[in-house]
């Protein structure tokens, strides 16, 4: 078969659920884009037949404009539970049809506003409302209108959403200081990030992947600023509409919008001992057109310096081979855009366009001192310079029709581009003995490596309701990535000549192309009025070339990649919902999902990075995806103001990626390989609660039990493993809040050893100002010590190495935000996204396995 067949596959399944999409309204329904109606009622529940109508208008209290899509309920005079509905057309008004006469009441409600009810008597004919008039909840800030509260941390059937915008610690810092905060997660000092133990995620922008993300999570959370960050979504077994990779599960990041009608922007500024960054925003809507865009740029600074201590093992003792001291710096920036454009060309149909771009560089100095002992004595000083910069872009483009008549009837194409492409240089002079002298100079060494990502996606998705409670979900999608890798060394060609030459031993270029086609279908529907069900599967289809390039005498018998696998991933998912009155949120949710971890460039890269010579990383290209299947149970209630969510979890992966490590003449060596299985055991419990009305409390307690083998290599390695973090705040009078919050994290079990635990915590007083405009913010980070050590133990039969890793974590910053402009209330739209969460990501800021 020819490998545009995927492509070709896909096309026909584009052209079939458009079919499906296109099929006409039922009988007697308008046909798109003709003049609006008021909506047509959808009886709720059975009720005496009758000939009576009711109609009715609603209006802003203020401004005494419609409220379209204003929500109608007909309840009964004693009871809760709705008899018809309605929603509000373009000029706020509505129609209930075929009712019986009687003494009712109506309910009238939507988001930002107070809700209504009035008593109503239908008599025979036509009654008409007297026109209602909703009450704003929002509070004008100046000229700015912004909407009612919500709780830092809300729980959903699937899934646990942090609101950072609430969060005044979070003002001008990055998405890290953000991340830190989110229940189930964990973000290590340098910038790893964990959910529930697995470093398997997929972090999604807004719903669609993004190449900022494409190499390096790290140095992603750096680039986006705090400031621009709404609200962080953790997915933990997500269903089949989304990509099955990310074993862990999904973090998405969702960035501040404006669906308000008028201009409307912010400014920011924030400067710190450890970061500065500057950030805005413009937003328009009128009518049919709405445009966001910001802009923000940073800078930040970063000493460190490091020991490692290596022994080996030589029968019952332990011999001293290695020992390693170095510090350094380094200073960094960048900046990120992004522009967007909402377009509704007629009634039920939009058009979106999304412009994404990132820019990010550092550089630093590092000299690290040697003593080799084993199995050669050698003693010398390595002074090296570090560069890395990087770039991407997105472009994304969608569809979406919605149907009259039809709640929840969808059908939606979308399209994505995205390019990453990132370099690092490095290169250094080596010194004999202990000391820098210009005499003593013995080996220069210099490498570069360029790597580039490409990737397009195309997909489409079809929602079909049957009824209320019953709807089908299907789509399609084509991932297409092209991946490469070119990496040259110069090095000195003898201790006489200096002067580097090009290795081409060392050198050469990879190319990686992978090509996944997926299809999925899901089925909803309730058994009773208490507990309903959604199962649904996907369908993916992975082929995957790679292969060396030989260049400039570099040599072209090294072995090339061939994959071609299909893997079928179901999902399951049960809801109970007992309805008690006493708690009316009260809820059981028991899900299942099978899904698929598959290597990026991060884990695939060959590029060996020898500027430690005694600690060589390299990726590994014959990496296989893995496999995890996931249990989980949830249960959520909500008692006078105050949330308590359980969890209890399995996972269980196959053919699990871990690092692993070596050594090889005196040198360590990293990569990484499919070790084999491994499994987590697990629990985590969430409360918030409000003691007083102006103080929150809400925490989070994860505790897990993890077993790593790999009877291939003959290692294994488990412990119990925890986090936990609380967050406070309060408000008081007259503008001024204080909030704080605090996280610890236990060791982390590894296959070949551990890392230590550590902790986090940071204050913040905000104080409102300009007649709420505006507002200042101090913030302290980790005030108590000025580093944190982040040590790390390997153990094997060979080998036992200590390093200690001391990061500068103390900080203060202080942040300054303007909001300006004049709003009005809009209706906010479903949109669809991309989400490509199917590859495994690096974590720690660098490409290739290095370090």
Same mark, same amino acid.
């Given at each position: 078969m020819?490998?545009a067949?995927p492509?070709?596959?896909?096309?026909?399944?584009?052209?079939t659920?458009?079919?499906?999409?296109q099929t006409?309204?039922?009988?007697?329904?308008?046909?798109a884009?003709s003049?609006p109606?008021?909506?047509p009622a959808?009886?709720?529940l059975?009720t005496?037949?009758g000939t009576?109508r009711l109609?009715g208008?609603?209006?802003d209290?203020?401004?005494?404009?419609?409220? &379209?899509f204003a929500?109608?309920?007909?309840?009964?005079?004693?009871?809760a539970t709705?008899i018809?509905?309605a929603?509000c057309?373009e000029?706020?008004r509505?129609?209930?049809?075929?009712?019986?006469?009687?003494?009712?009441?109506?309910?009238i409600?939507f988001?930002g506003?107070?809700?209504q009810?009035?008593?109503?008597?239908v008599?025979?004919?036509?009654?008409?409302?007297p026109?209602?008039?909703?009450?704003s909840?929002?509070?004008k800030?100046?000229?700015v209108?912004?909407t009612?509260? *919500?709780?830092i941390?809300?729980t959903?059937?699937?899934r646990i959403?942090?609101?950072?915008e609430? %969060?005044?610690?979070?003002?001008?810092g990055?998405a890290? %200081?953000?991340?830190?905060?989110?229940?189930l997660?964990?973000?290590?000092?340098?910038?790893?990030l964990?959910?529930?133990?697995?470093?398997?995620?997929r972090?999604?922008?807004?719903?669609?992947p993004?190449s900022?993300?494409?190499?390096?999570v790290?140095?992603?959370l750096k680039?986006?600023p705090?400031?621009q960050?709404?609200?962080?979504e953790v997915?933990?077994?997500p269903?089949?509409?989304?990509?099955?990779?990310?074993?862990g599960?999904i973090i998405n990041?969702?960035?501040?919008?404006?669906?308000?009608?008028?201009?409307?922007?912010?400014?920011?500024?924030?400067?710190?001992?450890?970061?500065?960054?500057a950030?805005g925003?413009l937003?328009?809507r009128?009518?049919k057109?709405g445009?966001n865009s910001?802009?923000?740029g940073?800078?930040?600074?970063?000493?460190?310096r490091?020991d490692l201590t290596?022994?080996?093992?030589?029968?019952?003792?332990?011999l001293?081979a290695?020992?390693?001291?170095?510090?350094g710096n380094?200073?960094g920036?960048g900046?990120f855009?992004?522009?967007?454009?909402?377009?509704?060309?007629a009634?039920f149909?939009?058009?979106l366009?999304?412009?994404?771009?990132s820019?990010?560089?550092?550089?630093?100095n590092?000299?690290?001192?040697?003593?080799t002992l084993?199995?050669?004595?050698?003693e010398?000083?390595r002074?090296t310079?570090?560069?890395?910069r990087?770039?991407?872009?997105?472009?994304?483009?969608?569809y979406?029709?919605?149907?009259?008549?039809?709640k929840?009837?969808?059908?939606?194409?979308?399209?994505?581009?995205?390019?990453?492409?990132?370099?690092?240089?490095?290169s250094?002079?080596q010194f004999?003995g202990?000391?820098?002298a210009? &005499?003593?100079? #013995?080996?220069?060494?210099?490498?570069?490596?360029l790597s580039?990502?490409?990737e397009?996606?195309?997909?489409?998705d079809?929602?079909?309701p049957?009824?209320?409670t019953?709807s089908?979900?299907?789509?399609?999608?084509?991932?297409?990535?092209?991946?490469?890798?070119?990496?040259?060394?110069?090095n000195s060609?003898?201790?006489?000549?200096?002067?580097?030459?090009?290795n081409?031993?060392?050198?050469?270029?990879?190319?990686?192309?992978?090509?996944?086609?997926?299809?999925?279908a899901?089925?909803?529907?309730s058994?009773s009025?208490k507990?309903s069900?959604?199962?649904g599967?996907?369908?993916?289809?992975?082929?995957?070339?790679?292969?060396?390039?030989? *260049?400039?005498?570099a040599?072209?018998d090294l072995?090339g990649?061939r994959? #071609?696998?299909?893997?079928?991933?179901?999902?399951?998912s049960?809801?109970?919902?007992p309805?008690?009155?006493?708690?009316?949120?009260?809820?059981? *949710?028991l899900?299942y999902s099978?899904?698929i971890?598959?290597p990026?460039i991060?884990?695939?890269n060959?590029?060996r #990075?020898t500027?430690?010579t005694?600690?060589?990383?390299?990726? #590994?290209?014959d990496? *296989?995806? &893995?496999?995890?299947?996931?249990y989980?149970l949830?249960?959520?209630?909500?008692?006078?103001?105050?949330v308590l969510n359980l969890?209890?979890?399995?996972r269980?992966?196959?053919?699990?990626?871990?690092?692993?490590r070596?050594?090889?003449?005196?040198?360590?060596?990293?990569?990484?390989?499919?070790?084999?299985?491994?499994a987590?055991?697990g629990?985590?419990?969430f409360?918030?609660i409000?003691?007083?009305?102006d103080w929150?409390?809400?925490?989070?307690?994860?505790v897990y039990?993890v077993?790593?083998k790999s009877?291939?290599l003959g290692f294994?390695?488990?412990?119990?493993?925890?986090n936990?973090?609380l967050?406070?705040?309060y408000?008081f009078?007259?503008?001024l809040?204080?909030?704080?919050?605090g996280g610890?994290?236990?060791?982390?079990?590894?296959l070949?050893?551990k890392?230590a635990?550590?902790?986090?915590?940071?204050?913040?007083?905000?104080k409102?100002l300009?007649?709420?405009k505006?507002?200042?913010?101090?913030n302290?980070?980790?005030?108590?010590s000025?580093?944190?050590?982040?040590?790390?133990?390997?153990?094997?039969?060979?080998?036992?190495?200590e390093?200690?890793n001391?990061?500068?974590?103390?900080?203060?910053?202080?942040?300054?935000?303007y909001?300006?402009?004049k709003v009005t209330n809009?209706?906010?739209?479903?949109?669809?996204g991309?989400?490509?969460?199917d590859?495994?990501s690096?974590?720690d800021g660098?490409?290739g396995?290095?370090?």
């Open positions: 020819k490998h067949t492509l070709a596959l896909f096309a026909a399944t584009l052209l659920v458009p079919a499906l999409a006409g309204p039922p009988a007697g329904q308008r046909p884009g003049a109606a008021a909506a959808r009886p709720l059975p005496a037949k009576a109609e208008t609603v209006l209290a203020t401004t005494k404009k419609p409220v &379209e929500t109608v309920a007909l309840l009964p005079a004693s009871g709705p018809d509905g929603v057309d000029k706020g509505f129609s209930l049809k075929g009712l019986a006469e009687g003494q009712f009441r109506l309910q409600s988001i506003y107070a809700p009810t009035v008593p109503v008597t008599s025979g004919g036509l009654t008409t409302v026109v209602v008039r909703l009450e909840t929002a509070q800030l100046g000229e209108t912004v009612g509260e *919500r709780d941390i809300e959903k059937p699937d959403v942090y609101n950072a609430k %969060d005044i610690t979070n003002s001008g990055t890290a %200081d953000v991340l830190r905060k989110v229940p997660l964990s973000v290590d000092p340098d910038g790893g964990q959910l529930r133990g697995s470093s398997n995620i972090v999604l922008i807004d719903n669609k993004s900022v993300v494409a190499t390096s790290a140095d992603a680039q986006i705090a400031d960050i709404k609200s962080v997915i933990t077994t269903s089949a509409k989304y990509d099955a990779e990310g074993t599960g990041i969702i960035l501040k919008k404006n669906n308000l009608q008028g201009l409307n922007g912010s400014v920011g500024l924030a400067g710190g001992n450890r970061s500065s960054n950030n925003s937003n328009y009128k009518g057109i445009i910001s802009l923000s940073f800078a930040f600074y970063s000493p460190n490091n290596r022994t080996r093992k030589d029968g019952g003792r332990e001293q290695v020992r390693q001291q170095g510090d380094t200073v920036g900046g855009g992004r522009l967007g454009l909402d377009y509704d060309p009634p149909h939009n058009l366009l999304n412009v994404q771009g820019l990010f560089r550092n550089s630093g590092y000299e690290q001192y040697n003593n084993l199995p050669v004595p050698n010398f000083i002074d310079d570090r560069k890395f990087t770039q991407s872009y997105d472009i994304n483009g969608g979406t029709r919605t149907f009259d008549g039809q929840g009837r969808e059908w939606s194409v979308l399209g994505q581009h995205t390019r990453n492409r990132n370099e690092q240089d490095y250094l002079d004999a202990n000391t820098t210009n &005499e003593a100079k #013995n080996y220069r060494e210099a490498g570069n490596n580039r990502n490409l397009t996606t195309l997909q489409t079809y929602v079909q049957f009824s209320a019953t089908v979900e299907a789509g399609a999608k084509a991932i297409l990535r092209r991946v490469s890798s070119i990496y040259d060394v110069l060609p003898s201790p006489t000549v200096l002067d580097p030459a090009f081409p031993a060392r050198s050469n270029q990879f190319d990686y192309d992978q090509d996944v086609l997926a299809g999925y899901s089925y909803g529907f058994a009025s507990l069900f959604k199962l599967t996907r369908v993916e289809n992975t082929r995957v070339r790679g292969s060396f390039q030989e *260049r400039q005498g040599p072209g072995p990649v994959q #071609n696998y299909t893997n079928l991933l179901p999902n399951l049960l809801n109970f919902q309805k008690n009155e006493k708690k009316p949120g009260e809820s059981v *949710r899900a099978r899904r971890q598959r990026q991060f884990y695939l060959p590029f #990075n500027s430690d005694l600690n060589v990383s390299f990726g #590994n290209p990496l *296989r995806p &893995e496999l995890t299947d996931s989980e949830n249960y959520t209630t909500f008692v006078k103001g105050s969890s209890a979890y399995v269980r992966t196959g053919n699990a990626i871990e690092s692993f070596e050594v090889k003449n005196g040198v360590n060596l990293q990569t990484f390989r499919n070790i084999g299985r491994n987590t055991y629990g985590s419990v409360g918030s409000k003691p007083l009305k929150s409390v809400s925490g989070n307690v994860n039990y077993s790593l009877p291939g294994n390695n488990s412990g119990v493993q925890y936990l973090n967050n406070s705040s408000k009078e007259k503008g809040s204080l909030q704080f919050f610890l994290n236990s060791p982390r079990v590894q070949q050893g890392q635990a550590w902790t986090y915590y940071s204050m913040g007083l905000r409102n300009l007649k709420d505006a507002d200042l913010t101090l302290a980070d980790n005030f108590f000025a580093t944190r050590n982040l040590r790390s133990t390997l153990e094997t039969d060979q080998f036992r190495q390093s200690n001391y990061l500068y974590l103390r900080g203060v910053r202080l942040a300054f935000n909001r300006f402009g809009q209706p906010p739209k479903r949109r669809r991309i989400q490509n969460d590859t495994k690096g974590g660098q490409q396995g290095q370090q």
